[in-house]
């Protein structure tokens, strides 16, 4: 690579006017962090906010897994159990509603602040107060979510969708606190999302051009510009139905004029970009690491900055491939289904260039590199799987079927959360300064690869075989399989917990981490020593 | 602060918590008061709690900006973090923009598809048979399916005078940007202090219009999608106005104390593209909500 001309590029040459006077001494020179609980209250500092973004996700990852549990157990055997279909409701709109924006997103949010920084060779974020704001809306807003639970009447029990008329004409009280908690977990994925794209955009190190930036760092760049283009979006719809449920609108109701429809087709505009928002900061922690483990530089670089660009920019366009069975005209059906099936384009070079990463390469395979390997290989099924979905005619079948969770199992866990895990195992020495336990984590992947696998794979079956989604009974005939299901779905909650403990030991102590601890490992973050300063990059590093 | 910081980053601050606990209250409040309402007829506990939050987001707001003033009084800031804070801005803006396309996109949907399809047209000839057969289709819609009838509000008139303030607001706030960047201090503050009053003048203008279409066109909140679609379009932008007019008397208040110079004036910049994106929404809604 060649050394970039500061003199070419405006951002660099004035980072790199203010830097001249100082010299490079200064790597975690002053401050250390401050002692007791205030320290992670008044923080303003990246990494801390990270951590807490880190824990508060591995936090609801439990509570929403609870709630996954109870649905498993419930759904063991057909006929009623456990737990009332009403209760049953509460649990799978929850367990979503948590999944998503409590577990997920700001997961990624924290491995942004921690990492997008330090690759970059950025001081800090660019809004280091609103950085904390940002954060602590977040646990207020699941409270009152939790908290609504235990209302009288119940929590929201319509879906994490919340489609109209459920969530406006049969839904209870506690819809208004519904609809003020994702307000709020709107406001905080905005707030990190603009601090994300202008650290981005503002605080590279000089040298560091748009095509030197690690894929983590482009895809959240493109993800960061969804959320700010999908949240609001996100917001009208929830005060919509909090209007026609408490002040007499009527929006989603054909008797005023509006439409139930409608409501879906504004859900969706949001919801499909959400489901790359979920997506893409996952394909950037898997371009990471592939190369790291197969000591190799990433095949076909730019292509894959092309591709997220283009899978950004398509899910705009496909929104309607949820709602087939809804009814539109036959042109909207035809349209979303080609646009929809146009996805599979960019996300097939993306997996190409993934595997041809690996080809001839000198493989090893830590903790890290297991985790996305099973990513690539099993978010591809889930990617085929919604091909199936895509095609409209066949959607009339599958839809709101167990196969549509199976779909959406495989790329949010083995996705998402597979891919954060792989995160979590790659970076934990850089945070920590330990190492951890390989056979630990090697016992939990096994373990979590397998069991998830006995989780969500029969449900493809289950659905095809004609078994509904969102319901507390079934047909005997599905028996057999569910209990196979369940089992899978106790086994991949209990080895989590494997997890737990592991990243406890490893915060708690350990073998002393190397700067660099991963011999095929590139980037800015490893120049620095683990654990990482309080303060990295005061100064920015030259970028060759 | 170290003077090897070049990017200023500020030390731990209290002001975020004390800006979450204020959501939070505001948002547990209203969410018990609005159901308490529906349940009982009446408010309870709940509309304490939002006032009490109310109150510390106000708290917050003045206080972090007083912090953050201060910080640029000083000189803390450089151009780097003046970048940070233009480009965050213009974030949040598109950010409303997109909130207003939910409801702009509610709007089209209803004019275009969901009220002629009730009508009939495009071949659902039999959700118009089935459901409400009597049902006309038109914009706007003054009688709905179920039978509530309204009266539709006038473009000229008041909405036409809006019209004009807020365009002729723009041009004067413009002007007072290029005072500012002259140094000429005295036309700032007049020109100013006339997009301020401007502002005052719609939204007294605006809330003269909603007890007119309340008491004399019996159009409310209530009345079908044509008046939730008016309501909540012209009522969001009504709040946007009242915020963007706070935040120009600031400005003001900011100038009187010497605050600004030609080239720096983050604020001001950031005040004015504010006043000029709501603007932008009112001559949408202009057009969509009144005229068309």
Redesign the interface.
Same mark, same amino acid.
């Given at each position: 690579m060649t050394t970039a001309n500061p003199q070419t590029n405006e951002t660099v040459e004035?980072?790199h006017e203010?830097?001249v006077e100082?010299n490079h001494d200064?790597h975690g020179?002053?401050e250390q962090p401050?002692k007791g609980i205030?320290?992670w209250?008044?923080?303003?500092?990246h990494k801390d906010i990270g951590t807490l973004y880190l824990w508060f996700s591995l936090t609801m990852f439990f509570i929403g897994g609870a709630m996954a549990m109870v649905i498993r157990a419930e759904l063991f055997e057909p006929g009623l159990q456990l737990v009332e279909p009403h209760f049953f409701n509460q649990m799978t709109t929850v367990h979503g509603l948590i999944m998503v924006f409590g577990a997920v997103m700001p997961a990624f949010t924290g491995l942004a602040n921690w990492l997008v920084p330090m690759m970059i060779g950025?001081?800090?974020m660019?809004?280091?107060?609103?950085n904390?704001?940002s954060f602590?809306?977040l646990p207020?807003?699941f409270?009152?979510l939790l908290?609504?639970l235990f209302m009288e009447g119940g929590g929201p029990d319509f879906g994490w969708t919340f489609y109209a008329p459920l969530s406006t004409k049969y839904s209870g009280?506690?819809?208004?606190?519904f609809?003020?908690?994702i307000?709020?977990m709107g406001?905080s994925s905005?707030m990190g999302?603009?601090?994300v794209?202008?650290t981005i955009?503002?605080?590279r190190a000089p040298g560091m051009t748009w095509m030197k930036m690690p894929l983590f760092v482009w895809t959240w760049l493109v993800t960061a510009f969804l959320l700010?283009?999908?949240?609001?979006?996100l917001?009208?719809?929830v005060?919509?139905v909090?209007?026609d449920?408490?002040?007499?609108?009527?929006?989603f109701d054909?008797?005023?004029?509006?439409?139930p429809?409608?409501f879906q087709?504004?859900f969706w505009?949001f919801g499909h970009p959400e489901v790359y928002i979920m997506i893409l900061p996952a394909f950037g922690i898997v371009s990471a690491i592939i190369p790291a483990f197969s000591r190799k530089k990433l095949f076909g670089y730019s292509s894959m900055v092309y591709a997220v660009a283009s899978i950004a920019i398509l899910s705009f366009v496909v929104w309607a491939h949820h709602m087939f069975t809804t009814g539109m005209?036959k042109v909207a059906l035809l349209f979303f289904m080609y646009c929809t099936m146009l996805i599979a384009v960019p996300t097939g070079v993306k997996v190409f260039n993934w595997v041809a990463t690996m080809w001839k390469g000198s493989l090893s395979f830590e903790p890290p590199m297991l985790f996305a390997v099973a990513f690539v290989v099993l978010f591809t099924i889930g990617g085929f799987s919604g091909l199936m979905l895509a095609m409209t005619p066949a959607d009339f079948q599958y839809h709101d079927t167990y196969f549509v969770v199976a779909h959406f199992h495989y790329v949010l866990v083995t996705g998402a959360i597979f891919s954060i895990m792989a995160a979590a195992y790659y970076w934990l020495p850089k945070w920590t300064g330990h190492m951890y336990s390989m056979t630990l984590a090697k016992w939990h992947f096994w373990c979590s690869v397998i069991s998830v696998n006995v989780l969500f794979f029969p449900m493809h079956f289950l659905g095809l075989a004609g078994m509904p989604r969102r319901i507390p009974d079934y047909n005997i005939q599905f028996a057999n399989v569910n209990e196979i299901v369940s089992i899978g779905g106790f086994a991949f909650g209990l080895s989590q917990l494997l997890f737990l403990a592991l990243v406890i030991k490893c915060c708690r102590g350990g073998e002393k981490a190397p700067a660099k601890p991963w011999d095929g490992a590139e980037g800015l973050e490893w120049e620095i020593p683990s654990p990482a300063p309080y303060?990295s990059f005061?100064?920015p590093p030259e970028v060759k | 602060m170290?003077?090897?910081?070049?990017?200023y980053?500020?030390?731990?601050?209290?002001? +975020?918590?004390v800006?979450?606990?204020g959501?939070?209250l505001?948002?547990?409040g209203?969410?018990?008061y609005?159901?308490q309402?529906?349940?009982y007829g009446h408010g309870g506990w709940g509309i304490y709690v939002l006032l009490a939050g109310i109150a510390t987001i106000l708290y917050m707001i003045t206080g972090?900006f007083r912090t953050v003033i201060n910080e640029s009084m000083t000189g803390l800031y450089?151009?780097?973090m003046d970048?940070?804070?233009r480009?965050?801005m213009s974030?949040?803006i598109?950010?409303?923009v997109?909130?207003f396309?939910?409801?702009f996109?509610?709007l089209f949907?209803?004019r275009m598809?969901?009220?002629p399809?009730?009508g009939g047209e495009?071949h659902y000839t039999s959700t118009h048979e089935f459901?409400w057969p009597n049902f006309v289709a038109e914009w706007p819609?003054v009688k709905? +399916?179920?039978g509530?009838t309204t009266q539709a509000m006038p473009w000229h008139g008041l909405p036409l005078y809006n019209t004009i303030i807020l365009l002729v607001s723009s041009v004067t706030l413009h002007f007072a940007h290029v005072a500012l960047e002259k140094g000429k201090r005295s036309a700032l503050k007049a020109w100013l202090a006339a997009t301020i009053v401007l502002g005052l003048c719609f939204l007294y203008l605006q809330a003269h219009e909603y007890i007119h279409a309340y008491t004399e066109l019996g159009l409310t909140?209530?009345s079908?999608?044509?008046?939730?679609t008016f309501f909540?379009l012209t009522g969001f932008h009504g709040l946007h106005v009242t915020i963007g007019t706070i935040f120009l008397i600031t400005l003001f208040i900011r100038i009187l104390k010497g605050h600004f110079s030609p080239d720096k004036h983050f604020a001001f910049q950031a005040g004015s593209w504010y006043w000029h994106f709501v603007d932008v929404v009112w001559l949408c809604l202009f057009v969509f909500v009144y005229v068309l």
């Open positions: 004035t980072i203010e830097t100082t200064d020179h002053h401050p205030m320290r209250i008044l923080t303003t500092n950025a001081p800090d660019a809004l280091p107060r609103m904390n704001w602590w809306i207020f807003a409270l009152i908290s609504s009280d506690s819809t208004a606190l609809v003020f908690a307000h709020i406001i905005i999302a603009i601090n794209i202008v955009f503002n605080l700010i283009a999908v949240m609001p979006v917001a009208g719809a005060t919509m909090l209007t449920k408490f002040f007499g609108t009527s929006f054909a008797a005023g004029g509006g439409d429809v409608m087709h504004i505009f005209p303060h005061t100064t | 170290s003077t090897h910081e070049h990017y980053v500020p030390a731990q601050s209290g002001w +975020p918590i800006g979450a606990i959501l939070f505001i948002a547990f209203a969410g018990h609005v159901a309402i529906d349940t972090w450089s151009s780097q970048r940070s804070f480009q965050g974030w949040f598109f950010s409303e997109m909130f396309g939910a409801f996109g509610a949907f209803i598809f969901s009220v399809w009730l495009f459901l819609l709905t +399916p179920k509530d909140l209530e079908g999608v044509y008046g939730n909540m």
